[in-house]
């Protein structure tokens, strides 16, 4: 009896780990710990979705909990994204032709940038077309529907998790040579000889002065008798 016990429960147990759900691996640089987040750009006909868009991503880069939100000085690096489509399409008909009801797309592109890129001109990492399509019952005939302005949000709030995913797991659209590599880019604020030069590379850095000589030091010529 207690030897079918243990083959049950080891049974049980194989059981349970296989149907454990893997989260998915990130590929973002290890670097990157910390992120502001740009007040998105709407380029959709939508007007007032950028600042919900906006606060949403916060919330679900908040609940992921893998990269911190924090402030533009303290972050590691920049989130910007486009909101580039955003369209409301009537879903199954009723017998009198009416819209029992609707389904909202959007469609945004995200972009990191190293911090001391003020202007953001060159994108480390791009991620293009993150999608999300939210269906509801819009006939207000019906018990049972959701308002516009609810199935916004929540369209809104599905692309936000989108973009948290794509960002951390999914490989980039683009990205700038070197960022992604077997061994990673140098940490933001670290100077790196630059190939057959003799300064330090400061695209990191947030402010620069000077560039400093690394160029060994050499002695002194001998004054000539």
């Known amino acids: 009896m207690k030897r079918t ?6 049974v049980a147990v194989a059981m349970a780990a296989a149907c454990t759900r893997i989260p998915p691996v990130r ?7 910390s992120i502001y987040i740009v007040t998105f750009e709407n380029r959709s006909y939508e007007p007032g979705i ?66 001391s890129d003020r202007k953001r001109e060159k994108p480390l990492m791009t991620w293009q077309n993150i999608d999300a399509r939210y269906s509801y019952v819009s006939d207000a005939r019906r018990i049972i529907q959701m308002s516009a302005e609810d199935a916004s949000e929540e369209a809104l709030r599905s692309l936000a998790r989108q973009i948290v995913f794509a960002v951390i797991t999914q490989r980039p659209t683009k990205v700038a040579p070197g960022v992604l590599t077997a061994s990673g880019p140098a940490p ?11 300064t330090l590379d400061t ?23």
């Open 50 to 115: 950028e600042e919900k868009l906006t606060k949403l991503t916060q919330e679900e880069f908040l609940l992921d909990g893998r990269l911190t939100v924090t402030t533009r000085p303290n972050a590691d690096a920049i989130l910007a994204g486009k909101i580039q489509y955003y369209n409301v399409l009537s879903g199954r008909l009723g017998t009198d032709d009416f819209p029992l009801s609707s389904e909202i797309e959007v469609v945004a592109d995200v972009s990191l940038y190293d911090p």
């Open 188 to 198: 933001p604020g670290t100077p790196q000889r630059i190939p057959g030069a003799k």
């Open 5 to 10: 016990f243990f083959v049950f429960a080891v």
């Open 203 to 225: 695209r990191f850095l947030d402010t620069v002065t000077t560039t400093t000589d690394l160029a060994p030091e050499t002695e002194p010529a001998k004054s000539r008798k």
């Open 27 to 33: 590929i973002l640089p290890t670097h990157i710990n």
